[in-house]
């Protein structure tokens, strides 16, 4: 995890493309333009949740890769199947159910992201209240055991 | 030593043997309070049951003496700590009751040889009988033999007329007489001979003081045998055994061998031919002379100062030696020295008195007395004073004396009183303790046979400490024992205290009063003492005593800071007291032990409230780390879900 928060940290700072990052986009863009572009069209639910959300670091991008890569699966597939036939990939990036998917899945894996969240914090609370209420209870045991008197306590 | 009451109080049943009734109350039989008992048992025979309260202290060795002349102490038990003594009937009525008519002859087969016999046997085993007197005699019927009651069963020469008492005892008061000597036995033998040989008591009908000033005056043989028939061979015998000096009385060898008309010679007691005047009374011989300055202290100190005395001694008597000793007696009439223990004018009459006659008791702060009987004296001014302030003065005469041996010592007294001065501060060094204690203990620690003299109990006559904790155990009552009285001053008085702590000591239990001055309630060192005894003496339950010991002892439970360990420690009390163990009783909260580790505890305990305080301060501060940690871990998990969407997307596309 703590890896995970310093790739964040870095992809703050700057997007984090190295220069081997444009060779491998210019190698795939001369050679399998089709399937650069579904990649692209369907990695742009990313690049708006970026810029849109302030709280969206490396981490939570990386969240959102993985649910948006499983819609990818499919289109990408199909063209390679297709042997990055243009027309495919077009047909690929401009059918409906596979644009809403993606954007639904963007949205699936914030929404889990922050329910998760949410859900820790209610459950780390729930635990720290369980906590404080046993050390008082410990606390009222020891104190009626070693702090007070008998006073009013009938003779046997 | 079964004490089983029988069905109804008026029986005793003692040893599981010996019914005493004490319904039937017999005569006075050697001084005590008697009564009728039966053997239970096949023989089915009848004895004298005596109640000896404060018997000799060496009653032990009178139990086992045995003489022909003398009732022996059968058996002695004890019922419910009070000593009981099992004697045979006597042969006959007493001779109080009927003199009789002796001749020589049967005076001297009957009475002189056989008492010579006995008194010969009592003094090899150095002890003394001091109780011939008609009352304490008894002759069989149609014999001419006497015995005499049982021996010790009374504190020494206590219930002995003055008429039967040699001068050196008959000035003291009865308690104050001691064990005095075989002298005394043959002083007392002579005049029992006297008065049989008479049919009568010489000098009836006269008062102590007038018999005093009588026998004072001319003599006791003189006093006794003036104007009287007494028979001719028996005239020498009897001037030589009420001789006033002990050292002209026969001795029981002399007495034994005795033949009649045996002759025994007597050195003359050669009175002043000119009396010296003393409070007016006119005083022939030095033993009066001492006699009357015991009465007229002031006069004697005035004519010991003016040298009368000395002179008188000196011109009328002869008596150089005995004249330049009270010289030098009256010479330490200096003016008083300032902050001197010792008054010197009442120490100048004490030696003076010694000196004037050796034989005499101690004569100190106003009364005759013997060193060694100030113990029994004690115990007579607490049971029955004579005067109201008799138990302060017998108090403070004995802690003088036993603080302050070597003033006496080195008042050069006669040795006998000198023995018993140092006997008594021997005694009190033993018993290493100081003022009121000591004096209190004293008659406890000389005498083991004393019953405990608190005025609750003396009645029942308990001698063993057993006996007086059963005793308590059924007398500490609400109304026996008020709560604030038990509060004020426990569960004893003084005279209880002393009493098993007296046995306790001999019993070689170190000093418990200790616990007294280490601060303790005096409750609770009450009953550290009764456990004490309990552990050594007798293990039978005293419930009620711990039961009424329970509600102050849970008192003392505040100590114990675990409320648990307090709740189990009241009902370990509450156990105990039933079971009436008074040791395991206050071990229970007597505890320093079990105390330090409840303190320990105790201490931890806070230690961890304080720990536990700080981590609930803390809380708010941890909240903002504890929101990260869940946001984390939020997206970790997100993170996997997201992960095994895309594998189940792979799997279903490629291998579907």
């Known amino acids: 995890m703590a890896s995970a928060r310093s790739v964040g940290a870095e992809t703050l700072r ?29 990695l742009l639910p990313m690049v708006a949740l970026r810029l849109f959300d302030p709280n969206a670091d490396g981490q939570r991008l990386m969240i959102v890769l993985f649910y948006v890569g499983a819609v990818m699966v499919r289109p ?60 008082e209870k410990r606390i009222a045991y020891l104190q009626d055991e070693w702090l007070s008197s008998d006073e009013g306590v009938p003779a046997s | 030593m079964a004490d089983i009451q029988a069905d109804n109080s008026q029986e005793l049943l003692i040893a599981e043997r010996y019914l005493i009734s004490l319904e039937h109350k017999q005569p006075d039989f050697g001084g005590c309070a008697t009564y009728g008992a039966q053997d239970m048992t096949a023989s089915g025979a009848s004895y004298l049951a005596l109640a000896p309260f404060a018997p000799s202290p060496r009653l032990s060795e009178f139990m086992l003496f045995r003489h022909e002349s003398a009732i022996p102490i059968q058996t002695h038990e004890y019922c419910q700590g009070a000593l009981w003594l099992l004697c045979p009937h006597p042969p006959g009525p007493s001779l109080a009751e009927n003199l009789g008519l002796w001749t020589e002859s049967q005076l001297i ?11 010969q046997k009592l003094e090899a085993a150095s002890l003394t009988c001091r109780s011939i007197r008609p009352d304490n005699m008894f002759v069989g019927q149609g014999l001419h033999k006497v015995v005499l009651g049982p021996l010790g069963v009374t504190a020494p020469a206590e219930k002995q007329p003055v008429l039967f008492e040699p001068l050196s005892s008959a000035v003291c008061r009865p308690s104050a007489r001691g064990e005095g000597t075989t002298g005394c036995d043959i002083f007392s033998l002579g005049v029992i001979i006297l008065a049989l040989a008479l049919g009568k008591l ?77 409070g007016g009374n006119a005083v022939h011989t030095p033993q009066a002379l001492a006699w009357y300055a015991g009465r007229y202290p002031a006069e004697f100190s005035a004519l010991l100062q003016r040298k009368v005395v000395s002179n008188w001694l000196h011109r009328e008597l002869e008596l150089s ?46 009364i005759w007395f013997w060193p060694e009987a100030l113990p029994q004296m004690l115990v007579q001014a607490i049971v029955q004073p004579v005067t109201p302030d008799d138990e302060r003065m017998v108090r403070n005469i004995l802690s003088f004396m036993v603080g302050n041996a070597e003033a006496f010592m080195s008042a050069h007294l006669p040795s006998r009183q000198e023995r018993q001065i140092t006997a008594l501060s021997a005694a009190a060094r033993r018993m290493a303790l100081k003022g009121a204690e000591l004096v ?24 063993l400490p057993e006996g007086l904790l059963r005793w308590l155990n059924h007398h500490v009552g609400i109304e026996d024992l008020p709560d604030d009285i038990l509060a004020r001053s426990g569960f004893l008085d003084e005279q209880m205290r002393s009493f ?40 039978a339950p005293l419930s009620f005593l711990a039961q009424r010991a329970v509600p102050l002892l849970e008192a003392e439970l505040r100590q114990w800071r675990s409320k648990t360990s307090r ?90």
């Open chain 1, 76 to 135: 990408l597939h199909e063209a390679w199947a297709a042997n990055g036939d243009w027309e495919t990939c077009i047909a690929q990036i401009t059918q409906p159910v596979t644009l809403a998917l993606d954007w639904l899945a963007a949205g699936a894996a914030w929404l889990v992201a922050e329910a998760s969240a949410i859900g820790g914090r209610l459950w780390n609370a729930e635990v720290a209240r369980r906590e404080r209420k046993s050390i």
């Open chain 2, 202 to 278: 010489p000098l009836e009908g006269l008062s102590d003081a007038d018999i005093l000033k009588r026998r004072f005056e001319i003599g006791t043989p003189a006093a006794y045998m003036q104007d009287q028939k007494v028979p001719v061979g028996l005239r020498s015998l009897l001037t030589a055994m009420l001789a006033d000096d002990p050292l002209n009385r026969p001795s029981p060898r002399d007495l034994v061998t005795i033949a009649p008309s045996k002759v025994f010679t007597v050195r003359p007691v050669v009175p002043a031919r000119i009396p010296l005047m003393i």
């Open chain 2, 109 to 119: 087969d009957g009475v002189i040889r056989p008492f010579a016999g006995l008194l």
């Open chain 1, 14 to 42: 700057a997007p984090g493309f190295r220069w081997w990052h444009g060779i491998v986009i210019g190698l795939m863009l001369s050679y399998v333009p089709g399937s650069l572009l579904v990649a692209g069209v369907l």
């Open chain 2, 500 to 539: 098993l702590e007296a046995h306790c000591a001999r019993q070689g239990i170190i000093p418990l009063s200790q616990s007294k001055k280490a601060g303790l309630p005096g409750w609770l060192a009450d009953l550290t003492l009764l456990a004490a005894a309990q552990r050594k003496f007798d293990n």
């Open chain 2, 567 to 656: 709740a189990r420690r009241r009902v370990r009390l509450g156990k105990a007291a039933e079971n009436g163990n008074l040791g395991t009783f206050l071990a229970t909260v007597n505890d320093p032990t079990g105390l330090r580790l409840d303190q320990r505890q105790a201490q931890e305990a806070e230690a961890e409230i304080s720990n536990l305080m700080r981590v609930l301060d803390e809380a708010p501060d941890r909240k903002a780390a504890n929101d990260r940690e869940a946001r984390n871990s939020g997206e970790f998990f997100s993170l996997l879900t997201g992960i095994a969407v895309a594998m189940a997307s792979i799997w279903l596309e490629f291998c579907q």
């Open chain 2, 440 to 463: 209190r203990r004293f008659p406890y620690e000389r005498n083991s046979y004393l019953p405990c003299l608190s005025k609750k109990c003396v009645d029942v006559r308990i001698s």
């Open chain 2, 321 to 366: 030696v005995m004249s330049s000793l009270i010289e030098q007696a009256s010479a330490s009439f200096l003016p008083a020295g300032g902050s001197k223990a010792v008054d010197p004018a009442t120490m100048v009459i004490t030696h003076a008195i010694s000196v004037l006659d050796p034989a005499a008791p101690m004569f100190w702060g106003g």
